[in-house]
């Protein structure tokens, strides 16, 4: 079982890395995150592996940090998700990122994922929220009916305003991830455009 590959990058594109590792070259699924963190053309690569085996063919998956892998492995263990999901919430929401889902009870952030209606998104809450660890201080922050839910608020009026907008979700998802912690709307609202603009 292949647990981490470190090679020559020969080849990728949005969503496949191709790298040669002592003279054979691995075909590696991974998220869009990943394609943007290696380097170019012919430089070394090391990534995380989950090598996902079927009975008539093996994938390789890539992840750029342990943690990420492990959350992809623990999403592919509960029912109704298989990789291809796993990686389409991976694509959409860092490990952290998805542990604020969880935590804030954020069904709207699930049905960024393609695929992922109301019905199948309150179900994923329900177990993942048993199965990955939540963040310290963010379940009892949107609990307490604090500062802590303003925020989530106003992070969430923020991502419908940029989908209205017409970015995609994982654009979103991404920005969303980058901004600080911050109660005022308008003020995050003017930093993501901001960080939009120069990507």
């Known amino acids: ?4 590959l ?19 070259g691995y075909r590696v699924q991974v998220t869009p995150a990943v394609v943007d963190q290696v380097g170019s053309i ?5 990534l995380f592996i989950h090598h996902h085996q079927r009975e008539d063919a093996g994938t390789l998956f890539g992840f750029g940090s342990l943690d990420e892998r ?19 919430i991976l694509s959409v929401h860092s490990p952290l990122g998805l542990r604020q889902v969880l935590a804030t009870d954020d069904i709207d952030g699930l049905c960024m994922v393609p695929g992922v209606g109301k019905k199948t998104a309150a179900r994923l809450l329900i177990e993942l929220k048993t199965r990955l660890k939540v963040p310290e201080g963010v379940a009892s922050s949107s609990a307490g009916g604090g500062a802590g839910t303003a925020g989530n608020s106003a ?10 907008l017409g970015y995609g979700p994982e654009e979103v998802a991404r920005v969303l991830s980058e ?3 911050a109660t005022d709307t308008s003020d995050l609202l003017r930093q993501a455009l901001q960080r939009l603009a120069a990507a």
């Open 6 to 24: 470190r090679g020559e990058l020969l080849d990728r594109t949005d969503a496949e890395l191709l790298i040669e590792v002592a003279g054979l």
């Open 155 to 164: 992070r969430g009026d923020v991502r419908d305003a940029l989908l209205g």
């Open 42 to 46: 012919g430089s070394e690569v090391f």
């Open 70 to 88: 492990r959350v992809f492995e623990t999403l592919i263990s509960t029912h109704g998700v298989g990789p291809s999901m796993g990686l389409a």
């Open 179 to 181: 901004l600080p912690e």
């Open 1 to 4: 079982m292949i647990g981490s």
